[in-house]
């Protein structure tokens, strides 16, 4: 059966799309709007500001691929579709980093999984971090408005049998769970959402937003990674890009892009850091400080029965049983969730060499595999890392702190002691040098005792954010609250850089309702 392909279709229709690698010749672009990047926050900002009659040009790193090119191979997807070819480590390497680099971000490759900001995190912002108008209530409408737009609604199919261990395991201890809700829309239900999805049906930014904005005009230059932004008084004047090939590296084409307003939706890695080559000011030394990954452990555990973790939804249950708590400021809280389970992905981010890995990859499909996503920002010995520049990029500072170890523990014992309610046979903490745990009671034994440690300890994160925090308070933000420069008149950012804690939720909605909200507020200021 041959699958449409929208995005080949439009560009075949007359789309604006300018493939920056193919050019012969340097040159300049003018519209209303230019946006960096067009992930959750470009995306949303691009189609809210081309239906307010704008003209845009959203500029984008990575390559425009589509549903003809996604093969669910992740040979293919990793380096297709992921900075690094899915490879990117913090600086010490002791933490990978997935994140998104192609037409549409990381909602192209991400697991569709679409949560509300907690009410704890917007009442933490408030109070501590000078954010205003981002209450649960005042936030409630645009959460509505994109959940109606992407398709966004709690998955009506049974889970997959990895999350359905998760489920039975909450079930059997009496522990809060959910049922995800996904941005989906005819899903097949394979379970290679992380490759792209073949089918359209994942409602990312390639599919949706990015479509219509092109379809009212706007233009999508792909394969231009911004250099810096040009900028003189309180005013930025150009956005300098070069033109990069499949490998992001330079092909000898510059490119200017000018506009009346700019938007920076790079991504909580890059745009501090183009803040950070741009030399915008920044008195308080905030750029790219307190960035945060919600870092994740994995516990590994066999189960008699086939999980095939690789076939269906990837996440459909998620427990929130332990994120808040000790209260949003106390010990470091973590969500429950479980990863798909595919062969390159697993390999990479389980533990032993040798004999020990191959036996352990050939209980593949016997696998189930829970995760904790630690909820990083708020903890006083939980400050995040910090964005800084290097010689021809930048590279991410991320100190795993003594109550990021103890929270560690904690959910080691967690995600064991579910795997074994659920059934599991035996549990494997990801941490070198940890053996097979045959019982509950063994495992509360050696997980109190286990040694963690940078490197030893696989920790991995798909969810980056801060770096550019918003709020109020000059000496707490580099935006305000609806995301605009506090130095610079034409400039906001709308990308999940502006939090100032973590979520404690995977963050494509929250960056979804926000930047709806803002690119809507910016819209109405630009047209008046």
């Keep these: 059966m041959a699958i449409k392909d929208p995005v080949k279709a439009g560009v075949d229709s007359g789309w604006a799309h300018i493939n920056a690698a193919k050019l012969t010749e340097s040159q300049t672009l003018e519209a209303d709007v230019v946006i960096v990047g067009s992930g959750a926050g470009g995306g949303v900002a691009a189609e809210i500001l081309t239906q ?13 691929k589509s549903s003809s090119d996604f093969n669910m191979e992740e040979r293919r997807a990793y380096p297709d579709l992921y900075q690094q ?33 907690p009410e704890p995190a917007l009442a933490y912002w408030a109070q501590a971090k000078s954010v205003q108008g981002l209450s649960k209530a005042e936030l409630e409408p645009w959460f509505e408005k994109m959940e109606q737009r992407l398709n966004i609604s709690e998955w009506a199919y049974a889970p997959n049998r990895n999350n359905q261990a998760l489920k039975q395991g909450c079930e059997q201890l009496g522990w809060q769970y959910t049922v995800i809700k996904r941005n989906v829309k005819g899903c097949w239900n394979t379970g290679y959402c992380g490759m792209g999805c073949p089918v359209n049906a ?28 040009e900028h003189h008084k309180d005013k930025i004047f150009a956005v300098k890009a070069e033109a990069v090939d499949g490998n992001m590296k330079p092909v000898g084409i510059e490119l200017m892009f000018k506009a009346k307003h700019y938007i920076l939706a790079a991504g909580a890695i890059h745009t501090p850091t183009i803040m950070l080559r741009s030399k915008l000011p920044d008195p308080h ?3 790219g400080k307190r960035t945060f990954l919600h870092p994740t452990l994995l516990s590994g555990a066999v189960f008699a029965d086939p999980i095939n973790g690789h076939s269906g939804a990837p996440q459909s249950i998620y427990s929130d049983q332990f994120v808040w708590q000790d209260g949003a400021d106390g010990e470091l809280g973590y969500k429950l969730e479980v990863p798909p389970i595919h062969p390159i992905l697993i390999a990479s981010k389980t533990i032993g060499y040798g004999k020990s890995h191959a036996e352990l990859m050939e209980k593949f499909n016997q696998l189930q595999v829970t995760i904790a996503l630690v909820r990083d920002g708020y903890h006083e010995n939980s400050q995040g890392g910090q964005v800084r520049l290097t010689d021809n990029a930048s590279t991410l500072d991320y100190p795993l702190t003594d109550a990021f170890w103890r929270a560690a523990r904690r959910a080691y014992a967690s995600m064991a002691e579910l795997q074994f309610a659920a059934g599991a046979q035996q549990v494997l903490p990801i941490s070198e040098g940890m053996p097979y745990l045959s019982s509950w009671n063994e495992a509360k034994k050696v997980i109190a005792e286990m040694d963690l440690a940078p490197l030893k300890t696989v920790v991995a994160s798909a969810h980056v954010m801060g770096g550019c925090p918003m709020g109020e308070d000059l000496k707490l933000s580099m935006v305000n609250s609806y995301g605009e420069s506090h130095y610079f008149e034409n400039l906001s950012v709308m990308d999940g850089s502006i939090f100032p804690t973590s979520l404690g939720a995977n963050p494509q909605l929250s960056i979804y309702g926000i930047t709806a909200r803002n690119a809507t507020r910016l819209a109405e200021k630009l047209t008046a």
């Design 85 to 117: 070819a899915a490879g990117m480590k913090t600086t010490d390497k002791a933490i990978g980093i997935f994140q998104g680099r192609a037409v549409g971000g990381s909602t192209t490759v991400n697991w569709t999984t679409s949560i509300r900001t």
């Design 52 to 64: 307010a009659g704008l003209s845009v040009i959203i500029v984008e790193g990575g390559p425009l």
């Design 202 to 229: 994942k409602q990312s930014m390639l599919v949706t937003t990015i479509p219509t904005a092109l379809a009212a005009g706007a233009t999508l230059v792909s394969q231009a990674k911004v250099i810096k932004l």
């Design 285 to 287: 030394e905030i750029i």
